[in-house]
């Protein structure tokens, strides 16, 4: 199973973006889903996480500013990013410890540490 990041782009510091994260195939039972980010020259660190129970974490920088929410019949977790600056530019990647796939072939198996391809976040005047 892939995750597929999107909804990155340029933004004036102020402005808001929405992340997106898909999974590629059918999902059942994710466990906690969540952000990183890596900015230029820097090491990649945690932006949120969410539970299966819907219980969120945030980094000390991105909290009241950055909502994480998902969707477990989809799925799909979210990134909703407000009052941006200069020091969110970075490349975002989605991330699930264990997902739940269903297979085409029916059989249900689990994948683990499983990364997005990551989507560039610049705010920029």
């Known amino acids: 199973v892939q995750l597929q990041a999107s909804g990155g782009g340029l933004v004036q510091p102020g402005g808001s973006l929405r992340l997106s994260c898909v999974a590629s195939?059918?999902?059942?039972?994710?466990?906690?889903m969540g952000w990183y980010r890596r900015a230029p020259g820097k090491q990649r660190e945690l932006v949120a996480t969410v539970s299966s129970a819907k219980r969120t974490n945030y980094a000390d920088s991105v909290k009241g500013r950055f909502t994480i929410s998902r969707d477990n019949a989809k799925g799909t977790v979210y990134l909703q990013m407000n009052s941006l600056e200069r020091e969110d530019t970075a490349v975002y990647y989605c991330?699930?410890?264990?997902?739940?796939?269903?297979?085409?072939?029916?059989?249900?198996?689990?994948?683990?540490?499983?990364w997005g391809q990551g989507t560039q976040v610049t705010v920029s005047s």
């Open positions: 195939e059918s999902t059942f039972s994710t466990n906690v």
């Open positions: 991330y699930a410890d264990r997902i739940g796939v269903i297979r085409s072939s029916g059989i249900f198996s689990y994948e683990y540490d499983v």
